[in-house]
């Protein structure tokens, strides 16, 4: 039997597709309630390469993944907005996917802790003032695929094992089996 040891595995519900596997652009959901870093965002995501989503309000950013879910491979999501705040309409939206990859951002966390967003599964909090630069890099890697090694205990046994290489998406099928 084989025992995958997988390098780092941040969150378990991630199911982002590998860049390798993408043949559209990463596709970014921005949900901000403020329109100027929406529009800063979009503009520097895109010149980056990503196809951009906004929604300055959870019921946008709900309506726009159910319409275009195929398409966005992350969300980027405020901690603080009225009304429904970035964890609460994370909430909401792992209930339509639990494999949203999701990271948040903030200038001001309010009552939560960084250990808690991350608790919720986000893969990182972003301060701001943001860097497009890092948000591109991260949004990238997020979706490449990841190096994994075997333990073999029986080698020369076919049981499907990686290739060198797993996406998020099949790490995590493979962790929860």
Known sequence: ?????YATIEQDHCATPPASEITRPIGVLIVDDEESVRQ?????????????WLAGTSVTALELY??????????LLDVRMPVRDGPET???????DPHICFYFMSGDLGKYTEANLLALGAIAVFW???RLSDLAR????????????FEDENP???DGGCAGELSKKDQMHRVKQ
């Open 128 to 130: 701001k003032p943001l």
């Open 138 to 149: 991260e949004f990238t890697r997020s979706a490449a695929p990841i190096e994994c090694s």
């Open 156 to 158: 020369g046994e076919d």
């Open 1 to 5: 039997m084989i025992s995958p040891t």
């Open 40 to 52: 800063v965002l979009a503009l520097g995501l895109r010149a980056h390469g990503f196809a951009v």
């Open 66 to 75: 159910r319409s275009h879910h195929n398409a966005i491979d992350i969300v």
């Open 90 to 96: 994370i909430d909401a939206l792992l209930e339509l």
